[in-house]
């Protein structure tokens, strides 16, 4: 299970911070990511935190590279979304996501997502 | 990569539902599918081009090949009405990121 929290209300330019707590898997063992969708769009991936195996790297879409930063905290069980300098186009639902293993690479596991709003 | 989908879909119930995932060479990737009903997370439902996961009815069915992956619904009914989304990880792009489709909406008529 996946939880997310840390949405709300943002001004064009500042920053936020996601967090996602995870149960129910070892959570070193699992490549985490975040997925957003804007209001009335579709799926768009953020980026990813990969598992202690590969030293936790981390890949960003083009969209937030450099702007987005995602790290984790194991003793936690917690991955987390640091955004800044948002636009109004960072405005979405912000769903942290993994994969149970079970189905090969495929994303199983979904939060229910929390909102995220950029707005002055 | 880009995915591209149809925006929309309508079928009646009991009729089958195909939605096509157009990519160059999406054949040579696995792709997954995703069910989202409104409000709520995706749900996986196809996944590596043909499997599906427990849970998930026989009528969901998948294929891929060449420029186009396809999800089929047979014997469609009026709890199928959703948002649907392919997606393959894109290992030949830098940061081999996670590439979803343009969804299409699917309305049981």
């Known amino acids: 299970q996946l939880v997310e929290s840390g949405g709300g209300l943002v001004q064009p330019g500042g920053s936020l911070r996601l967090s996602c707590v995870a149960s129910g898997i070892i959570f070193s063992d699992h490549y985490m990511d975040w997925v957003r969708q804007a209001p009335g769009k579709g799926l768009e991936w953020v980026g990813r935190?990969?598992?202690?195996?590969?030293?936790?790297?981390?890949d960003y879409a083009a969209s937030v590279k450099g702007r987005f930063t995602i790290s984790r905290d194991g003793s936690k069980d917690s991955l987390y979304l640091e955004m800044s300098s948002v636009k109004a186009e960072d405005t979405a639902v912000y769903f942290c996501?993994?994969?149970?293993?079970?189905?090969?690479?495929?994303?199983?596991?979904w939060g229910q997502g929390t909102m995220v709003t950029v707005s002055s | 990569s880009v995915l591209t989908q149809p925006p929309s879909l309508s079928v009646a119930p009991g009729q089958t539902a195909r939605i096509t995932c157009g990519g160059i060479s999406i054949g040579s990737q696995g792709v997954h599918w995703y069910q989202q009903k409104p409000g709520r997370a995706p749900v996986l439902v196809v996944y590596d081009d043909t499997d599906r996961p427990s849970g998930i009815p026989e009528r969901f069915s998948g294929s891929n090949s060449g420029n186009t992956a396809t999800l089929t619904i047979t014997r469609v009914e009026t709890g199928d009405e959703a948002d649907y989304y392919c997606?393959?990880?894109?290992?030949?792009?830098?940061?081999?990121?996670?590439?979803f489709g343009t969804g299409t909406q699917v309305t049981v008529l």
């Open positions: 996501a993994s994969r149970s293993g079970r189905h090969r690479n495929a994303i199983d596991i």
């Open positions: 935190s990969r598992n202690k195996a590969t030293s936790y790297t981390t």
């Open positions: 997606q393959v990880w894109d290992i030949a792009t830098s940061d081999h990121p996670e590439v």
